[in-house]
């Protein structure tokens, strides 16, 4: 059996060990400008990435039998054509829910201490899949009010756009569609966007969801941005509009990707019909001095926020700065993104060797003395 893999999986050939045999699969990695090169009809398992396009213009192969992509959405995947052709197909959801939301507090951070919004006032939240769920624990346990609104996930809830735009910050959490009741390519169009003047709108979910053609018109809103429209060709005029502008990197966190990973080797055993061993994966610990957590304990007694807890590993001005050096050098999304500095999710930091786990970090915080 031969697998090919986009070379950003990681930890991909110690998870399919888990699985296979070394003497019943062979493994190749290919970048994603060589998918188009590949000899398909020599691939049973392809193993991809959200920037690998699968459709039918893309995938010739009749041998391929399995797809799996390590990663939260399947808007780059046509999955009625896999349908139709007999190919099973798999993906990753919510395996990088807390990189995304660890994202959104830091992105909130530089919200609230340019004072452009107040704790006090909360957040509107738009989608209540995996990310929306953790987002609303964490500001449970900020004491940051909220107001959900997704008529899929909550039918028998009264909100509506409105009301989530009531408040002076709007996080967007949806997936893409353009059918159905509820659509939400350009979800965000000219009476939204009228509504959000003087506020700010964070989207970390698919760039189409905001009609971006008409976002010149609404100068005075804060753009929180890490996806966009245009996507993968970088919109430069981003960099002075947008409050921050970062190069689709809210997920691209060490436990989100060993989570994709994991999520899809254990699809492809299902698929196979085989037994699935323990994951054996180390990721280097990210640890904080006692007078570090002291500092953000202090901000969030004065503030009733912890400044600097989120940001510590998550600067998103130091990472705007960055992405716009890069592309001012010419170098292209996929290779800015492949630089992005290796992070873990804040639920993982530990301190002088103690787990923070789950939301216990304000509990725990408190425990400090």
């Not at 699969?25 to 090169?37: C, D």
């Not at 609104?149 to 409105?162: G, Q, W």
């Not at 430069?236 to 691209?252: D, R, S």
């Not at 800015?336 to 290796?342: E, L, N």
Request: hydrophobic letters at 40%; aromatic letters at 8%; glycine letters at 6%.
């Amino acid at each position: 059996m031969h697998i090919a893999a986009d070379s950003a999986i990681p930890h991909l050939e110690s998870n399919l060990k888990r699985v296979l045999s070394e003497q019943e699969f062979s493994l190749s990695y290919f970048k994603n400008s060589e998918f188009r090169t590949l000899n398909q009809e020599d691939i049973d398992i392809l193993l991809i990435r959200s920037t690998t396009k699968i459709n039918e213009s893309t995938l010739k192969s009749n041998s391929i039998k399995f797809i799996g992509s390590a990663t939260s959405g399947i808007d780059h995947i046509d999955t009625k054509f896999l349908e139709r052709q007999g190919i099973k197909w798999a993906h990753a959801p919510g395996c990088n829910a807390w990189s995304v939301v660890h994202y959104v507090m830091s992105a909130l951070e530089i919200v609230y201490t340019q004072g452009l919004a107040t704790i006090s006032n909360g957040i509107g939240i738009v989608g209540y899949g995996n990310i929306g769920t953790k987002l609303e624990s964490i500001l449970k346990a900020l004491s940051i009010p909220y107001t959900l609104y997704d008529p899929i996930a909550l039918p028998s809830s009264t909100k509506s756009l409105e009301d989530v735009f009531d408040h002076d910050v709007v996080s967007l959490h949806v997936p893409l569609t353009k059918t159905g009741d509820f659509p939400t390519y350009h979800m965000i169009d000219s009476k939204e966007l009228k509504q959000l003047e003087f506020k700010t709108l964070i989207n970390t979910s698919r760039g189409e969801v905001i009609n971006e053609n008409i976002l010149d018109d609404f100068t005075s809103m804060n753009l929180i941005a890490d996806v966009w429209e245009k996507e993968p060709i970088i919109e430069e005029k981003f960099f002075e509009k947008a409050l921050v502008y970062t190069p689709h990197i809210a997920g691209y966190s060490l436990d989100g990707k060993r989570n994709g990973t994991k999520i899809i080797s254990e699809a492809l055993a299902e698929f196979l019909g085989k037994p699935i061993a323990d994951e054996i994966v180390n990721l280097p610990e990210r640890k904080f001095g006692k007078e570090e957590f002291l500092g953000f304990q202090e901000q969030y007694h004065s503030c009733s926020f912890p400044i600097g807890l989120f940001s510590a590993d998550l600067d998103l001005i130091k990472l705007m700065d960055l992405f716009k050096k890069d592309a001012e050098a010419g170098l292209n999304l996929s290779s800015i993104r492949a630089k992005h500095p290796p992070r873990r999710d804040f639920i993982h930091y530990s301190l002088l060797g103690e787990k923070l786990e789950d939301l216990e970090i304000l509990s725990r915080l408190m425990q400090i003395d």
